[in-house]
Each structure stands twice: as structure tokens, then as C-alpha cells.
């Protein structure tokens, strides 16, 4: 990370080489690049975990016949979402983004990861929109070792058994 602030130029292409990365090759590749990405301030790499009964991709994919969200990739699971902030002085930008199983078989289909590499601002419209998707996507707002811990601590509570859990 450098310590110098981006100048708008800068950021522009950053902002194209994020979303170029997100259009190159199939999510296992695109997951690795992005793992090695060097993440310039004021961005950084986000994470939200969600919720879908059916599935989260199928429901972005739906939600793709609307003009706010485009599919980047055929290959991949990779998404823009398009804001326009302001009443005033509209503000319009765009935030790309993977959305990812888990491995393993513990979890299946129905929980994944949403990533981008944005700004705050960015993320924040992002995270509106995937909140106002509810109950077709459930942001889950617990984090991996809280999820584990309570498992543990219900059966423990209980005494039934839980699904075998692992931590990772």
C-alpha cells in the first residue's frame, strides 16, 4: 500500500484494472489475483457473507434484467452494480464484484461470499443493495469463528449433535 492519496486519474485505473481482473478467466484465477492484488488507499478488499435458500448467484443472475446490475463474465460469477447517489448533484458510479461458494460441501450452495475491492462509499451501496434483496439474499451478519462457536456452544447446550463443523 502506498501512503500517498491516488490522484482521480490514478484511481480510474485502478478502479479498470479491478474490473478488468473480474473479467479475466474463471473464479479460481480471479480469486488467486485478487489475493495478490496490492489493495492502494483508500480502497479495500470487502467481504460479505451471505444467505439464499435456492442460491445467491441465481438470484444476482436474476437480477440482472435490471439496469442496475450486469453479469462482467460469462466464466466467472462476476457482477457490476451500478449507483447513482444524490438528488442534487447525482453522483454515479460503478462497483464490481465476485460472488463465491465455499469449498467444501459443509456449507453448499446456499451461503457465499460477495468480494469487491471499492472505496467505503462504494461498498456501502453495494451492501444497501444486496440488504434490499432480503429474504431473497440474507446478509449474514455473523462471522465464521462467531458461526462455529455458537454450533459448538448449542450442542454443548443441548446435548443433540451438530452437523459436523470444522474451523479452517
Excluded at 34 to 62: A, C, D, G, H
Excluded at 111 to 128: D, G, M, P
Amino acid at each position: 500500500m502506498s501512503a500517498h492519496s491516488l490522484s482521480t486519474r490514478e484511481e480510474r485505473e485502478f478502479e479498470a484494472y479491478v474490473r478488468a481482473l473480474l473479467t479475466t478467466g474463471k473464479e479460481e484465477q480471479i480469486l488467486k489475483n485478487l489475493s495478490e492484488l496490492e489493495v492502494p488507499s483508500p480502497y479495500r478488499v470487502r467481504v460479505k457473507v451471505v444467505y439464499s435458500p435456492s442460491s445467491p448467484i441465481s438470484v444476482l443472475n436474476q437480477l440482472t434484467q435490471s439496469q442496475r446490475l450486469e453479469r462482467l463474465s460469462q466464466e466467472a460469477t462476476t457482477y457490476v452494480h451500478r449507483v447513482e447517489v444524490g438528488t442534487r448533484e447525482v453522483k454515479k458510479f460503478q462497483v464490481p464484484f465476485v460472488a463465491t461458494h465455499f469449498t467444501g460441501d459443509n456449507i453448499g450452495k446456499t451461503v457465499n461470499a460477495i468480494i469487491a475491492v471499492c472505496k467505503r462509499s462504494q461498498w456501502t451501496a453495494l451492501r444497501r443493495f444486496i440488504r434490499h434483496q432480503y429474504p431473497d439474499i440474507v446478509p449474514i451478519l455473523l462471522s465464521q469463528a462467531e458461526l462455529i462457536q455458537g454450533a459448538k456452544s448449542l450442542k454443548q447446550i443441548t446435548g443433540h449433535a451438530v452437523d459436523e463443523v470444522e474451523s479452517r
